[in-house]
């Protein structure tokens, strides 16, 4: 059975990071109407895939007939989703409090565009303005130090998937006390997990940043028929594969700012140098002779290519990403699939959105009393999680089942996650775990393992293929001795395709799904996101077959495997920009540094700082233009006339004073804050999107304090990160290992305390 089959979602979104999370509820069976007032969704063609599986009902929620008739459809639901902003919803009766304590066993989702409070959460969505406010920004490198547009809107993506998750642990806490809630998923929410972030006074990134990518082991080169490459040899050892095949590792080692040193050769200045040492070598041959020279000596690397070319290849295909729907109009309309392979709640068939039937819902089948559980209980309280993930996808999966109140246990090798190198990364995609270090090579604490996931609910890997198997905890193996497990294995390519075997890095996903040269443009450099978006998406999706697995399981009481991969989020996270008739190009293209997409939704410097300006509406741009005493004809492009007077009105005045300027105007404009300053910005600090929690090794963290907010069971990150091994002992008792076994183990190696 599918996971959410018998739940009934009203999806009253305006704008699409709403619309996709309830998308993702209806491919896992959930009944969903789609309410739409003067709906906007033919303008956006990636609303063909976020209305699948569902019905529409046209309804105009400031009529009063019509807004009954959502109040109705409203009372027959399990839950609502609205992303209305502050104070909108409170005048229709439409809020959380009003509608939970009307239908107790409602799960309100609210989505506002931005943050639920404060001056700049009122304005109409924007990615370019949401990621301005969030840092995220000025957090891509570009050449000229400006802040910079991107392409994909990630930061609603990441809104759309954590939105997903938290209703889906809602409706799971909901299966245990029979009490809906409130909760807020914003857009800011939406950043924070695109990007978590964690700041330590004194601890800066180790390499320098360019639009390329930073270091010379992990960015993109141009080879000598002028095409491009990203060289993802992330590890010790293929980077010194790839200096070998390349020709250039003894003149690294033998530079005297390296002197030998290979860490040396990763970090300024020695970087520098081999850098450029490797953009020699690659130019000297095409591409094609560069791929397949790496590939043979098991470098990971990929080529720069288009949406269209990855949508339309095999690998995409061998992962059932690809899916033709016929549309009246449109005809054959193709989109991406469905990223999470379930064995136990396999998603429902799609198909294209339908009107909906005069009787809506239907009457509702009779629930479980309320219970008045705990208020403080978090919605995955007891869920005991073990945790294998590497480096970001997998362990990142896990934060976040932290951040909703799982228990989640970090296992790591003798030698570690290789990710912890990365002090700051680290620390944001592993918090609220506890650390143990198994040696899952010796069959003792093989065993041991085993003997854990029969008492855990959750077992999280994203081991490359055949790994699982050569340690002997398969799927099968964790279900022989635990029928109830869920276990969500995340892959770089997918179980089968001709790229099934190989390392996936979240850059060579980038490169080979259009990301990177969409970005940059047709005819320009591609461009490396430095935020890591297919692994931190693969994250999130994770996460949300895993409570949706839990849902089902609480129904059926069979434990189930999910897979996906990188290479399927890659298509999920450009869906609005991929989707459309067959034989339709892909969305917007970027540019060298890009601003934005026009002259009135763009970045523009003020004599102080940064602003975002977006204007849609016609008399807006005319009033705009007039309040700052410039001609409003002219080439409206993002680098046209038009905008070139704008910039330079801009630059004369303060960003405050522009601020006000323009929103006394009527235009939607907001601050674009720095990186760094985003830790201590007023506005995000009001929305709560950061706390300084304090960390055993490294003091004062400043860090993303979650991705959600339930009002009944409220969360919060309960530990930082773990030190390795910090927690093996206290651990292994709770499973109720016993101290002989313990001590056993410690001493033959096969466990180890810090």
Known sequence: MTAFVGIRVLDAST?????????????????????????????????????????????????????????????????????????????????AATLTSAHPRLIHAWAPPYGDRGRWSNLAPSHNALTGLSGISFRQASYGGSPVHLIAPQAYYGQANCLAAAIGAALFERARSGCGQGLVVSGLHGAAQVGPVAKVRGLEPPIWRTPLGGAPNYRLYRCADAEWLFLGALFETFYLTALDVTGVLGEVLADPLIDGDLGAAIVDPGAHVTAAKLEAAFRTRPRSEWLEILQAGGVPCAPVQTREAWFAGPTIAANAMRVELDHPEFGSVAMPGVSLKMSGAPAAALRLACPAPAGGFGPRAAGPAPSSPAPDAPPLAGIRVLDLGAVIAGAFAGSILASFG?????????????????VLQFCAYNRGKRGV???????????????????????????????????????????????????????GYGREGPQAALPGFDPLM??????????GGYGDEPVFHQIAVNDVGSAAMAAFGIVAALVARAQTGDGQEIVTSLASQSVVLQMGEITGAVGQSAGPMGARDCLGLSAFERYYPCADGWISLFCGAPNARAAVCSAMGIAADGDPTRDGALADRIAAALALMPRAAALDQLSSAGAHVAPVIGADDAFTDPYLEENGIFETYSHPELGEVRGVSGFARFARTPTRYLRAAPSLGEHTEEVLRAFGVSDARIEHLIANGGARQA
């Open 15 to 95: 704008w699409f990071a709403g619309a996709m999370a309830a998308m993702h509820l209806g491919d896992f069976g959930a009944e969903v109407i789609r309410i739409a007032d003067a709906d906007n969704d033919a303008e956006a063609r990636g609303y063909l895939a976020w209305n699948r599986n569902k019905q529409i009902w046209p309804l105009d929620l400031r009529a009063p007939a019509d807004l009954g008739a959502a109040k109705a459809l409203i009372a027959e639901a399990d839950v609502v989703i609205f992303d209305r902003p502050p104070g909108a919803l409170e005048p229709l009766g439409l809020d």
């Open 406 to 422: 799982a228990e989640v246990v970090k296992v790591e090798s003798p030698g570690g996650d290789p990710f912890r190198t990365n």
């Open 437 to 491: 270090i198994l040696d899952l090579k010796q069959v003792e604490a093989r065993d041991l393992f085993l003997d854990l996931a029969a008492e855990a609910d959750v077992v999280i890997d994203n081991a490359r293929l055949g790994v699982r198997e050569r340690l002997g905890i398969t799927y099968e193996a964790l279900r022989a001795v635990n029928p109830r497990i869920i276990s969500m294995s995340i892959t």
């Open 510 to 519: 980038q490169a080979q799904s259009g990301m990177m040269q969409a970005q």
